[in-house]
């Protein structure tokens, strides 16, 4: 059954529901972008600060392991800000453009971590 008007646009909610889940779709991708700008600009080494605990569980200096890495490697993990920032602008262009798919870009974001987990572990 198709509804009558099939082609109508949708709309943004008014209830604190839609206004918490706006502020989340805000949030999310702003604090990730920020997050992974800072870490590739400022302070690079904290892309193995993870892999050194594996590592050596009593630590190592993660600027001597970040300057003995290959620089395809640095590249390969400083990639992953150009895809944290795709992901964010197309959340944001979403947010601005279709105003009504709130509720589907809460869906995608359980989705793409319920997918990045099972590739982290």
């Excluded at 892999?51 to 600027?63: K, V």
């Excluded at 895809?83 to 509720?103: H, K, Q, T, Y």
């Amino acid at each position: 059954v198709v509804p009558a008007n099939a082609f109508s646009k949708k709309v943004r909610g008014s209830t604190m529901t839609a206004k918490v889940r706006l502020g989340l779709l805000c949030f999310l991708p702003a604090m990730l972008s920020l997050m992974q700008i800072y870490t590739t600009f400022f302070k690079p080494e904290n892309f193995v600060t993870m892999e050194i605990a594996m590592q050596d569980p009593m630590g190592q200096n993660a600027t001597q392991v970040w300057e003995s890495t290959p620089s395809q490697t640095k590249e390969w993990a400083m990639e992953q800000t150009g895809w944290i920032l795709n992901l964010a602008s197309v959340m944001f262009c979403m947010l601005i453009f279709e105003p009504g798919a709130d509720r589907d870009l809460c869906i995608c974001w359980v989705v793409i971590f319920i997918i990045w987990t099972f590739v982290w572990y």
